[in-house]
């Protein structure tokens, strides 16, 4: 009985620090984002083959598809130098096709050479932001601009910002 009264109070939190990082009306919103196709290409987080990547072991990348559905493709680094981008679209595309549900595989896909951590999920859009669970008691906040995206996760003192370029699949 307490152990579900705890998960119920963890969870009664959870949502409530959620709610508290939405605006309470649509005018404090903020600007409304640029209007771009998210869905023309995959991102690639900033320093993927550089400092960032050599620090973490690991390059980020992310897609997203219709219906409001989200792959973080992680693959580690070094390894990440040498996989092509047609590889890379490749292994988003197999990994969306594999469950409609939320996930994490590792695998191959028949593609690379080496495993690689693939997240699947959803993006929810709340008063034209759009959000995602990246694994924290509350959701981050995707901002797109003319170039790419930017992710927000908040914390206690200030927010983190991580900054992803876009790779376009038809590149201009």
Known sequence: MANNLSRILKCS???LMWLCTLPAHADQAGAPEAAMDIYAGYYSREGNDGDVAR???NSHYIRFYPGNRVVRLIIPFPYS???DPVDIRKVFDLA??????SAYISDTFDVLEER???QLDSV???EGAHYYDCGLSTPCRIIF????MSIVQKGLVKEHVTSY???PDRPE
Request: no cysteine; net charge neutral; charged share 20%.
């Open 81 to 83: 130098t040498a996989v």
């Open 124 to 126: 929810r859009v709340i």
């Open 13 to 15: 939190l959870a949502i």
């Open 165 to 167: 370029d876009l790779v």
């Open 145 to 148: 601009n003319d170039t790419g």
């Open 55 to 57: 620090a973490s072991r």
């Open 96 to 101: 969306a096709d594999r469950t409609p549900g």
């Open 116 to 118: 690689v951590v693939v």
